[in-house]
């Protein structure tokens, strides 16, 4: 994670593992145990785990197969594996309107195939591959699709989705940057309700099963 630019990542990762141990403190949960390591390469004990969960964050494995293979041999015989993924781009109405607000006239931007990045696992084939080439059997991907949260109104989620997606504004000049932003406060009041600011999303629910 941190050779591939993911320095950031890794600090607030280590910020919300903190948080979460100071909450099972205070909550007295004595069994739950929290560590900070990178997937592709932390020591698991072999075989010390029964479940290992990801929710949107497998996506960015900057080499999968390592980390499903390390993972893979975390798990018991039997043992399972589950994951939440994005689908493709193209299915995830908020990306899609963010990435044209905020390109003003510019080709939204696109990430190559198969880069680590939110849509990196979003080809069930893909997954499937990876999946069984590290040696995880009885697969399978569910269609999740549901309207995803970004704020309790629109200041709330512009300023998280300028946190999530601020470094497409680079290069724009003052006028260009000022409208991207008026185009994505338009788009974000759009899509504010009754539960907050809504766009919708579509993701996999991968499962999958140590032999
Ligand atoms: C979009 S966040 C999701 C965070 C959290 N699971 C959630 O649902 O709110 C992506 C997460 O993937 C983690 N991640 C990316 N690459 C990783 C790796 N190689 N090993 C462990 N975690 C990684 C990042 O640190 C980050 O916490």
């Known amino acids: 994670m941190r050779d591939q630019g993911g320095h950031w990542a890794w600090i607030v990762s280590r910020q919300m593992i903190e948080l979460a141990g100071r909450r099972a403190a205070d909550e007295g949960v004595p069994n739950a145990h929290f560590e900070h390591g990178d997937a592709q390469v932390h020591p698991f004990g072999a075989g010390d785990f ?3 969960i990801s929710r949107t964050g497998a996506m960015f494995f900057a080499d999968p197969e390592a980390a499903f293979d390390n993972i893979a041999r975390a798990i018991r015989p039997g ?6 993924v994005c689908q493709p781009a193209q299915h995830n109405e908020w990306i899609t309107a963010f990435s044209t607000a905020l390109a003003v006239g510019r080709a939204p931007q696109q990430p190559a195939p198969g880069a680590p990045g939110p849509f990196s696992l979003g080809d069930p084939d893909r ?3 990876l999946l069984t080439g590290a040696g995880y059997v009885d697969l399978r991907l569910e269609d999740r699709s ?3 949260y970004f704020g309790r109104n629109t200041d709330d989620a512009f300023r998280f ?7 497409t504004l680079d290069g724009l000049s003052a006028p260009e940057r000022a409208r991207a932003l008026d185009a994505l406060r338009a788009s974000i009041d ?3 309700g009754d539960q907050g600011v809504r766009y ?3 993701t996999w ?4 099963a140590r032999p």
């Open 127 to 129: 997954v499937r591959s």
């Open 146 to 148: 549901e309207p995803m």
């Open 200 to 202: 919708d999303s579509a």
């Open 79 to 84: 043992g399972r594996l589950v994951l939440l």
């Open 205 to 208: 629910l991968v499962t999958a």
């Open 190 to 192: 759009t899509h504010r």
């Open 161 to 167: 989705v300028i946190g999530l997606t601020g470094s």
């Open 50 to 52: 029964d479940l290992a």
